[in-house]
Nanobody, 120 residues
Framework: QVQLVESGGGLVQAGGSLRLSCAASGSIYSINHMGWYRQAPGKQRELVATITSGGGTNYADSVKGRFTISRDNAKNTVYLQMNSLKPEDTAVYYC??????????????WGQGTQVTVSS
């Protein structure tokens, strides 16, 4: 079993910053790519950012230049630094990881989600 636990969400004013963290634990052999999705009320879940095991990154156009994804492979943790937040960034943010378990199984695991609310 694998668990992903997010932290760092909260309420912030427009223009402010938040840093989300997501730590993976359990029967992990290796972690391939990790990333963040978000889902606003009444909308579909959308990709925010991804990062490969080698550090390659990809961002949604809506967050480019404002958000930065990073990871600490030694800690099995992925981060999302969010700056210049806008009310439209309000959503539940979910982290995921494509993980190879010690038994050899490869699958995606998701965190439980953390709420980010940006007030205008």
């Amino acid at each position: 079993q694998v668990q992903l636990v997010e932290s760092g969400g909260g309420l912030v004013q427009a223009g402010g910053s938040l840093r989300l963290s997501c730590a993976a634990s359990g029967s992990i052999y290796s972690i391939n790519h990790m990333g963040w999705y978000r889902q606003a009320p009444g909308k579909q879940r959308e990709l925010v950012a991804t990062i490969t095991s080698g550090g390659g990154t990809n961002y949604a156009d809506s967050v480019k230049g404002r958000f930065t994804i990073s990871r600490d492979n030694a800690k099995n943790t992925v981060y999302l630094q969010m700056n210049s937040l806008k009310p439209e960034d309000t959503a539940v943010y979910y982290c995921y990881g494509v993980i190879t378990e010690v038994i050899g199984r490869i699958q995606s695991w998701w965190g439980q989600g953390t709420q980010v609310t940006v007030s205008s």
